[in-house]
């Protein structure tokens, strides 16, 4: 029998429990909570099944997170839309959402303010390559580009691109490379447009377009805070060291648990290593 979609939800929701669970010690009243995030990820576009695992085990390891992760619509098409979002409330409760899904032909404006609503009452938003050709079928109504930081309907051929720091001392970009070259090939998004509240944080040389374009960013979308990036095409990027640090530290920045020096606020960093248990001794 095929299992159903919420029996399949259920059980990325204890893989997820398992891949980063709390440590008794954050459980004390006097210590700081972890960071209760949402991961909302699915598409035809890529292997998501491993990238959700790799983002919630790499960025686990890089602050307090506690995870929770909602998958869905893999072979549903590019009009899909994903359930979730039909709950009024779909981000209650969580003190931020990581975007990496990708649905270009949804179009329907009501469903895309939806998307958009949570965010702009103040729940901050990560959004990862794909996300930024989300929605990007619909006229005349930009939303949701507003809410990004930028406007993108198109990417170069891929290759192996140089990413290089455009605004060094904002906290996010803090112990960033000063190139950053992908360990294979990754795709250069055209942005057409950065919008009035976005800084650009990276860019990466277009050679098809001949110029700079943007690849990380933040941005201010009515109340929330919100980081973006387009790297991320190929698992390998996602896997890579800087990749997970420059994500990781977009999560604690859109949930100011970032200090102006690009290290987490006390209690929110990596958590240590359980300490291991003593040898028994054998028998003489």
């Given amino acids: 029998m095929k299992p159903t979609r919420s ?3 259920a059980s990325l929701f204890a893989l997820t429990a398992l891949l980063a669970a709390v440590p008794a010690s954050a459980q004390a009243d006097n210590a700081p909570k972890p960071i209760k995030a949402l991961m909302i990820t699915g598409g035809p576009y890529h292997d998501y099944g491993k990238q959700k695992v790799a983002l919630a085990d790499g960025l686990a390891r890089r602050a307090n997170i ?3 992760i909602y998958h869905e619509g893999d072979k549903g098409g590019t009009k899909f839309k994903l ?3 039909e709950k009024p409330d779909w981000a209650k409760g ?3 959402v990581v975007h990496n899904e990708c649905f270009a032909d949804v179009v ?3 469903f895309i ?6 965010h702009e009452d103040g729940v901050p938003g990560v959004f990862i390559h794909c ?3 989300t929605f990007r079928a619909v006229k005349g109504f930009d939303e949701y580009r507003k809410m990004l930081g930028v406007t993108t309907v198109r990417h170069e051929t891929a290759r192996v691109i140089d990413v290089k720091p455009a605004t060094a001392d904002h906290p996010v970009m803090k112990g960033f490379p000063e190139v950053f070259r992908t360990p294979v090939v990754d795709e250069v998004y055209v942005i057409e447009k950065v919008w009035p509240d976005c800084i650009p944080l990276a860019t990466a040389y277009g050679i098809e377009t001949r110029k700079d374009q943007p690849c990380i960013w933040v941005n201010q979308y009515g109340k929330a805070r919100v980081f973006g990036t387009t790297l991320g095409h190929p698992q390998e990027v996602i896997e890579s060291d800087v990749f997970l640090d420059t994500v990781a530290r977009g999560v604690l920045w859109a949930t100011h648990k970032l200090g102006d020096d690009g290290k987490p606020l006390p209690g929110y960093g990596p958590k240590p290593p359980a300490a291991a248990a003593p040898a028994a001794e054998g028998k003489k």
């Avoid at 303010?113 to 949570?118: D, H, T």
């Fill in 7 to 9: 029996a399949a939800v």
């Fill in 66 to 68: 506690e995870w929770t």
């Fill in 83 to 85: 359930p979730i979002y």
């Fill in 94 to 96: 969580y003190d931020i």
């Fill in 108 to 110: 329907e404006e009501d």
């Fill in 113 to 118: 303010r939806k998307v958009c609503k949570a």
């Fill in 131 to 133: 996300c930024m050709h």
